[in-house]
Each structure stands twice: as C-alpha cells, then as structure tokens.
C-alpha cells in the first residue's frame, strides 16, 4: 500500500501518466458534502460506456460534452442546491413534484429536468441500435403505419423546433402513442401523465459537434442508435401495459403478452390468448374496444 507522501511524491514528480492508477485524472471528488443521511441524485450509467463515442450518432468528443461536461455537471447542480433544503430526502421524480409550482425553486427545477430528460433521452441508445421487436414493430404501425412513418414524425420536429427543445413519444394509460415537445428544462413528468417511451435531444450541445446545423442527419444517427428492447421495457412500465393485466386493451390485440409478475391467473391466460374474457367483465371494461390510434390534435 503506498502512503499518501508517496503519492504526493509521484505527483510532484510529474508521474501523472494513464498508467498509474494514482494518477490525478483517477482523483474522483465528491459531488456533494453534508449529511450523510441525506438522498442523492445519482448520474445515471451508460450502458455502452464513453471511451468510443455512441456510433453513429456522437463521436467520442461530442458524447464528452454531452456527457461527461454537461450531463454530470447538472446532476451536482441539483444535489448542491438542494442541501440542507426541504428536498434533500427527496428523489429526483420528488423534487420535480414539489418545485414545478415554486416560482422561487425555478433553478432547481429547471436543473431538475434537465437530468431527467437526458436519463430519458440517453438510456434507451447503443452503439448501432437493435432490431425493433415484433410487438413493438406492430403497435407503433397500427398507430403511424409503420417504423420508416415514426422517423419522418420525429424528422419533421426536429426540424421545426427551434431553441433547446425535447421531443417525446408517449403512451397514454389508454394506450395511444403521441407526440409531445417540451421546451429547456421542463421535465415531461410535469407536462403530461402520459409515459415516455422515446425521446430526441434537440439542444444544439448534443449535435452541433458532430452535424453542425444538418438536424436530418443528426435524427438519422439518433434513429441508429435506438435500444428498441430498452423502449420495449419502456411500454411494458407504462400503466397501459399494467392495464393488460386487469382488462383487455389495444381493442384486443396482444401485442405484449408476456405475463407480468403478479398477474391474475385470468388475466395471465387473457394475456397469452388461451381465453375469454367474463361477459361480465366485457361490461365493465373501460377499454372495451380500444385501439392504439395516433390522433393528430
């Protein structure tokens, strides 16, 4: 074990190479300071690391910048400014709920937000993206017509949005997919009940390295990089997907029919078309005859 003179003595040396695991760009410093009791905001991983970029869409120095320079520094804005606050037990969905209608919290909010629209906005990506599930595939074409319809949707915003703006694939408990556009550090959760399943940066940070102005080709690499698997889980956390269990919805068509844990035995063979729904539970249900339709407003 070497001591900390020692340390000090390889620093001041100038032994501060890649190959020493004591080296200063090892050095990792606390992001906050305060009660120990107290709940943190936590930089939430990638999956797919930082070291090659995420392919097609960032190279290695813009997922930098989006990463380590602005993503991580807004995540210890939040836990700095909620110290030795009301909000310091609170998680980041919390402080979302209890700020949004405090004007003088507006930062907190804000900053808020922001870390959790790019939780959204960066989970569901890997290098090169995945094949879309055959489930998924079909919801999102009896909604738009098909996977090539959704990217032109998502092309069509991107281009007419302007200023730091998010654009957002929803599902309603009901099970309709829409889209919605929030505006800087509005969080969806404050905007909608509806649940996120897809979400595309458009503040310039995120392209402007790798794309300039072009956003077509920005989206294009963006489309590329989509975890459908992940926004695959993202559906079946929604409440329409929790509906499955208790009623039959999407006007009868199973696109998921995996059982969820905890699922009635009824329900569980609903689920996997093994059987009927109860007359009487035709009467009651609320979702009798849904379908997954994009209306446009």
Excluded at 7 to 32: C, D, E, H, M, Y
Excluded at 161 to 169: C, D, E, K, P, Q
Excluded at 244 to 258: A, D, I, M, R
Aim: net charge negative; proline share 4%; glycine share 6%.
């Amino acid at each position: 074990m070497i001591g900390r003179f020692s340390l000090i003595k390889r620093l001041a040396n100038g032994n501060t190479s890649n190959q020493s695991r004591f080296s200063l760009s090892n050095v990792r410093k606390p992001i906050a300071f305060g009660n120990q009791n107290r709940n943190f905001v936590t930089v939430m991983a990638l999956s797919y690391g930082t070291d090659n970029g995420l392919a097609p869409m960032l190279s290695k120095k813009a997922l930098d910048i989006v990463y380590r320079q602005t993503y991580i520094p807004m995540v210890k804005k939040v836990n700095d400014s909620v110290y030795a606050t009301e909000y310091e037990q609170c998680t980041l969905p919390e402080i979302i709920a209890k700020t949004m209608h405090r004007t003088d919290q507006y930062p907190l909010y804000s900053h808020a937000g922001f870390v959790s629209n790019s939780n959204h906005f960066l989970k569901p990506l890997t290098p090169f993206g995945t094949e879309c599930p055959e489930q998924l595939e079909k919801m999102i074409t009896s909604a738009y017509g098909g996977l090539a319809e959704l990217r032109a949707h998502f092309t069509a915003y991107a281009k007419a949005v302007f200023g730091s703006a998010w654009i957002w694939l929803t599902l309603s408990e009901k099970g309709s997919l829409n889209f919605m556009v929030s505006y800087n550090g509005d969080p969806i959760e404050a905007l909608t009940e509806d649940h996120p399943i897809l979400c595309l940066s458009m503040w310039e940070h995120v392209y402007v390295t790798d794309f300039e102005k072009n956003v077509e080709e920005y989206v294009d690499g963006w489309w590329e990089t989509i975890n459908w698997v992940a926004v695959t889980q993202n559906v079946v956390d929604s409440k329409a997907y929790v509906n499955l269990t208790q009623s039959v919805v999407y006007g009868n068509k199973n696109y998921f029919p995996e059982v969820v844990d905890g699922a009635s035995a009824d329900a569980a063979a609903r689920l996997n078309g093994k059987s009927e729904p109860k007359e009487e539970d035709e009467e009651e249900n609320p979702w009798d005859g849904l379908s997954v339709e994009h209306k446009e407003k």
